[in-house]
C-alpha cells in the first residue's frame, strides 16, 4: 500500500493540482485517470472531465493523496445541491506501481465523507480501461448502463439555422413549465424501468423554471458549465389528449470557452430524430458564430437508445468513446407501509 494518506484540498495545493491534472492528460504511463481523455485530433487539446482550476463553484469537492510533501492523487466531485447528489468528474493517480492505490483510496475517503455530509447518491462515468470499472465496483458502486460518446468535426458540412417557418414545419417550440410532466413521461417511456429507478428523475427536476438545467443525466454533464444551456420540444403529431405530449427534446449547450458543443437528443422509439439534430446542429451554428467553427459538436447516446446512434452518424457524427456509467446509494431505501391481511 502506497504510503501518505488523502484529505480536502487547501488553497496551498492549487499548483501541485493543475500540474498533475496537466500530467494526466498526457497519458503517461505512471498516470491513470477517469480516461478518457479524448485528446489530439481531432477534438484537440480538449479532454472530458477535465477543466481549469478557476472554473469551480462552491459547491465543488477537491480530494488530494498526499505523500512525503507531495500531491500524487487528485479527486473532484460536483454537487447538486438540489438532489443530494454528488458526481465524480475527476480522478487521477500518479505512480506506476500505487496509482490504482492512491485512486481507490481517494475514493475510500469520498465515501467516508460523503455519508457524513448526507449525499444521496454518487455518480461516476469513466472508459473501461486502466482498470477504472473494477475500482469503483470493489467500491460498491454498481454498472448500470454505457453511453457512446459522439464526435462531429469543425470540417462537417454546415447547417443552416432553423427559421420560424421551419421550426414549425418540424412541430419544434420552446417548452414551457406545463411540459414538466410531458418530459416527465416522455423520458420513462426511453428510459429502461431499472435505469429510471436508479436516477430517480422526479417531475420536479424537469421545471426549468427554479434553477440550471441538469436532466436528463450525461457522461458529459460536467462541459454543460461552461455552455449556454437551452431545450426544445417537438411535438407529437396527434398533439396528445391535453395538447403537450411529445415526441422528443433536444438539449442545446453552446460553448463558451475552448471546448466542443454539446447536443443531446431523446425520442420515443418510434419517433424519427432526424428533425431534431438538424434543428439543434443549426441553432449551435447560428449562435456560435464564426468564432466556434472550430470546436466540433459532442453527442451522449445511451446504448439501450438505439438506433438513435445511426441518425447522428446521417449527421456526420462518428462514434469517438464508449463510456460506463456506475452509481452508488449512500441512503437505505425503506420500502412504504401498506396493509396486509391479519392471520387468525
Same mark, same amino acid.
Given at each position: 500500500?502506497?504510503?501518505?494518506?488523502?484529505?480536502?484540498?487547501?488553497?496551498?495545493?492549487? *499548483?501541485?493540482?493543475?500540474?498533475?491534472?496537466?500530467?494526466?492528460?498526457?497519458?503517461?504511463?505512471?498516470?491513470?485517470?477517469?480516461?478518457?481523455?479524448?485528446?489530439? #485530433?481531432?477534438?484537440?487539446?480538449?479532454?472530458?472531465?477535465?477543466?481549469?482550476?478557476?472554473?469551480?463553484?462552491?459547491?465543488?469537492?477537491? @480530494?488530494?493523496?498526499?505523500?512525503?510533501?507531495?500531491?500524487?492523487?487528485?479527486?473532484?466531485?460536483?454537487?447538486?445541491?438540489?438532489?443530494?447528489?454528488?458526481?465524480?468528474?475527476?480522478?487521477?493517480?500518479?505512480?506506476?506501481?500505487?496509482?490504482?492505490?492512491?485512486?481507490?483510496?481517494?475514493?475510500? !475517503?469520498?465515501?467516508?465523507?460523503?455519508?457524513?455530509?448526507?449525499?444521496?447518491?454518487?455518480?461516476?462515468?469513466?472508459?473501461?480501461?486502466?482498470?477504472?470499472?473494477?475500482?469503483?465496483?470493489?467500491?460498491?458502486?454498481?454498472? @448500470?448502463?454505457?453511453?457512446?460518446?459522439?464526435?462531429?468535426?469543425?470540417?462537417? #458540412?454546415?447547417?443552416?439555422?432553423?427559421?420560424?417557418?421551419?421550426?414549425?414545419?418540424?412541430?419544434?417550440?420552446?417548452?414551457?413549465?406545463?411540459? *414538466?410532466?410531458?418530459?416527465?413521461?416522455?423520458?420513462?417511456?426511453?428510459? #429502461?424501468?431499472?435505469?429510471?429507478?436508479?436516477?430517480?428523475?422526479?417531475?420536479?427536476?424537469?421545471?426549468?423554471?427554479?434553477?440550471?438545467?441538469?436532466? #436528463?443525466?450525461?457522461?458529459? *454533464?460536467?462541459?454543460?458549465?461552461?455552455?449556454?444551456?437551452?431545450?426544445?420540444?417537438?411535438?407529437?403529431?396527434?398533439?396528445?389528449?391535453?395538447?403537450?405530449?411529445?415526441?422528443?427534446?433536444?438539449?442545446?449547450?453552446?460553448?463558451?470557452?475552448?471546448?466542443? !458543443? @454539446?447536443?443531446?437528443?431523446?425520442?420515443?422509439?418510434?419517433?424519427?430524430?432526424?428533425?431534431?439534430?438538424?434543428?439543434?446542429?443549426?441553432?449551435?451554428?447560428?449562435?456560435?458564430?464564426?468564432?466556434?467553427?472550430?470546436?466540433?459538436?459532442?453527442?451522449?447516446?445511451?446504448? @439501450?437508445?438505439?438506433?438513435?446512434? !445511426?441518425?447522428?452518424?446521417?449527421?456526420?457524427?462518428?462514434?469517438?468513446?464508449?463510456?460506463?456509467?456506475?452509481?452508488?446509494?449512500?441512503?437505505?431505501?425503506? *420500502?412504504?407501509?401498506?396493509?396486509?391481511?391479519?392471520?387468525?
Amino acid at each position: 500500500m502506497a504510503p501518505g494518506k488523502a484529505r480536502a484540498a487547501r488553497i496551498t495545493d492549487l *499548483a501541485a493540482i493543475g500540474e498533475l491534472s496537466r500530467l494526466s492528460l498526457r497519458d503517461a504511463p505512471e498516470a491513470r485517470s477517469l480516461g478518457l481523455p479524448v485528446a489530439g #485530433p481531432p477534438i484537440g487539446v480538449f479532454s472530458l472531465f477535465r477543466f481549469p482550476l478557476g472554473a469551480f463553484t462552491p459547491h465543488d469537492l477537491l @480530494y488530494v493523496f498526499e505523500e512525503g510533501g507531495h500531491i500524487s492523487g487528485l479527486l473532484r466531485v460536483e454537487r447538486d445541491p438540489r438532489r443530494d447528489e454528488w458526481t465524480i468528474v475527476e480522478l487521477d493517480g500518479l505512480g506506476a506501481a500505487d496509482a490504482g492505490d492512491i485512486r481507490f483510496r481517494l475514493v475510500q !475517503h469520498l465515501l467516508r465523507d460523503a455519508a457524513r455530509r448526507g449525499a444521496a447518491r454518487l455518480h461516476v462515468a469513466c472508459a473501461d480501461e486502466s482498470g477504472n470499472v473494477p475500482l469503483f465496483m470493489q467500491a460498491g458502486f454498481a454498472r @448500470y448502463g454505457e453511453e457512446l460518446i459522439l464526435f462531429r468535426p469543425p470540417g462537417a #458540412p454546415a447547417i443552416p439555422a432553423p427559421t420560424e417557418a421551419s421550426a414549425r414545419a418540424a412541430r419544434i417550440r420552446s417548452p414551457g413549465s406545463a411540459d *414538466a410532466v410531458a418530459l416527465f413521461r416522455l423520458h420513462r417511456t426511453i428510459t #429502461p424501468a431499472p435505469v429510471a429507478r436508479l436516477e430517480m428523475l422526479r417531475i420536479a427536476d424537469w421545471d426549468r423554471s427554479d434553477g440550471p438545467w441538469r436532466v #436528463p443525466r450525461s457522461s458529459l *454533464a460536467p462541459i454543460l458549465r461552461f455552455a449556454d444551456v437551452d431545450m426544445f420540444v417537438q411535438e407529437s403529431v396527434d398533439g396528445g389528449q391535453d395538447g403537450t405530449e411529445l415526441d422528443g427534446f433536444v438539449e442545446v449547450g453552446v460553448a463558451k470557452e475552448d471546448q466542443p !458543443h @454539446y447536443l443531446k437528443v431523446c425520442v420515443r422509439p418510434e419517433a424519427d430524430a432526424t428533425d431534431l439534430i438538424r434543428f439543434g446542429l443549426g441553432t449551435i451554428a447560428a449562435r456560435a458564430g464564426a468564432s466556434g467553427g472550430g470546436r466540433g459538436v459532442m453527442a451522449p447516446v445511451r446504448t @439501450y437508445e438505439s438506433p438513435l446512434e !445511426h441518425r447522428f452518424e446521417e449527421a456526420a457524427f462518428a462514434n469517438v468513446a464508449t463510456v460506463t456509467l456506475l452509481i452508488k446509494e449512500t441512503l437505505v431505501r425503506v *420500502a412504504e407501509p401498506a396493509m396486509v391481511p391479519a392471520i387468525g
